[in-house]
């Protein structure tokens, strides 16, 4: 294994590891830390964690394993993901596991970098923007577990971590690598530890890659991982050898426990196109007057692709976390999607659609699932998966909150037929 990746979720992980199949390499997701060696043919090894909202000394434990292990099967770089519009609150997580990691490895010359251009997510003079807005004004102050008030990155993070926060701006990134390497260089005698990069083009993406060939950590969205392969290829250590995927027939479900506004918006579309739908409240989830297998019973009745969400508006989740405390809602929904995704796949649903990054960590999770084949992408972000199971195979999409086009419902469900 070349290089080792330890995601804060599953979607974002998924993201990942398109990106790096995309450019040529052999990727593995793995479902949490695993207990055996890899396929010695595994080029890119990305370990989904569920550790972006838990406490920060519990994510950094989650992710120093991951790091054992990825070390142990030879890696010789390591990329901390996390999402590309840097969900995180000023108490971390993401600035403590950089740090940690950084400590583990001896690393300097961290390059932070959540761009992710084909997602509309870029970083001018140290400040996130989604398409045209500032982080802060995009939609991201209203996540429900990780509010996103600040779009100066350096800021922001200055307040996660014991390091210097550094900065290389864009003005150093589009000359090219060398200047870039020159700039990382420059910061690391100023000592900075962590750097900011900016990014507003693939090419800008590729360029920091090229810059970054030998460092041991890098952090970022999954875009900071698209120049990583070539670096690799060209000494010659890639196969060129990609994974083998195939969809599979059966019935197909939908599950959203996202409240971004795009997956209101694919949820309305979903609705308006007629197709089956079934709301469930934070109210009723806290309440746990729903029956899973009552659930699935209904979504497998349905002709068309049903539907299972709990995505209210930003109004109706902050009165229900008033009500019931946020993390007492967030724990009944997360196991509630657990349990219907067990129920909808013990009645014969064989293709899973999933919005939320925590909800798919959730279902991952709750079907016992330990290793994903990547297959194409669906959309930017979200490609088809694969799980292996003595009782049968499953493919699924893992779509983070404000990924995917309008109909991302219809489209993951063709395409994990094999379409």
């Not at 893992?398 to 309008?406: A, D, E, I, R, V």
Request: hydrophobic residues 45%.
């Amino acid at each position: 294994m070349l290089s080792g990746c330890i995601g804060d979720d599953f979607t974002g992980s998924s993201d990942l590891a398109n990106t790096l199949s995309k450019q040529g390499m052999r990727v593995t997701q793995y479902c949490g830390i695993p207990t055996t060696n890899a396929d010695p043919a595994v080029e890119a090894g990305v370990v989904a964690l569920k550790s972006r909202s838990i406490p920060a000394a519990d994510a950094i434990a989650q992710s120093l394993a991951a790091l054992d292990w990825l070390h142990a099967q030879g890696c010789q770089q390591f990329l901390f993901k996390y999402c590309s519009t840097f969900d995180s609150t000023p108490d971390g997580n993401i600035g403590p596991v950089a740090d940690a990691l950084a400590d583990s490895l001896g690393a300097r010359k961290v390059v932070v970098c959540p761009a992710f251009p084909g997602a509309g997510r870029t970083l001018y003079q140290g400040h996130l923007f989604v398409q045209d807005r500032p982080l802060n004004e995009s939609g991201m102050e209203h996540h429900p577990l990780n509010p996103m008030n600040d779009s100066d990155i350096r800021r922001f993070l200055a307040r996660q971590t014991t390091s210097r926060v550094g900065h290389v701006a864009f003005a150093d990134v589009r000359r090219g690598a060398a200047v870039i390497a020159d700039a990382l260089t420059r910061e690391d005698a100023m000592d900075a530890r962590l750097i900011v990069v900016d990014a507003l083009s693939d090419d800008d993406l590729m360029a920091i890659g090229e810059a970054l060939d030998g460092l041991p950590l890098l952090t970022g969205g999954s875009g900071i991982a698209m120049g990583l392969p070539r670096n690799f290829r060209r000494k010659g250590l890639l196969s060129g050898q990609g994974g083998t995927w195939q969809g599979v027939s059966g019935k197909a479900v939908v599950l959203s426990g996202s409240c971004s506004a795009a997956t209101r918006d694919q949820i309305a579309q979903h609705r308006d196109a007629g197709r089956p739908a079934r709301e469930i409240t934070a109210d009723d989830a806290v309440a746990g007057q729903v029956d899973p297998a009552e659930v699935a019973a209904w979504a497998i009745a349905q002709d068309a692709l049903p539907l299972i969400y709990s995505s209210a508006d930003p109004a109706r989740v902050k009165a229900a976390q008033q009500t019931h405390g946020r993390d007492r809602v967030a724990a009944a929904i997360e196991a509630l999607f657990a349990n219907i995704a067990r129920a909808v796949v013990a009645a014969g649903m064989a293709r899973l659609i999933v919005a939320g990054g925590e909800t798919s960590g959730a279902v991952v999770e709750g079907l016992g699932l330990t290793a994903l084949d990547i297959g194409p992408e669906i959309a930017p972000g979200a490609p088809a998966l694969r799980a292996s199971r003595p009782t049968g195979d499953i493919t699924l999409a893992l779509k983070s909150g404000n990924f995917g086009g309008p109909d991302f419902f219809a489209e993951a469900s063709t395409v994990l037929r094999g379409a």
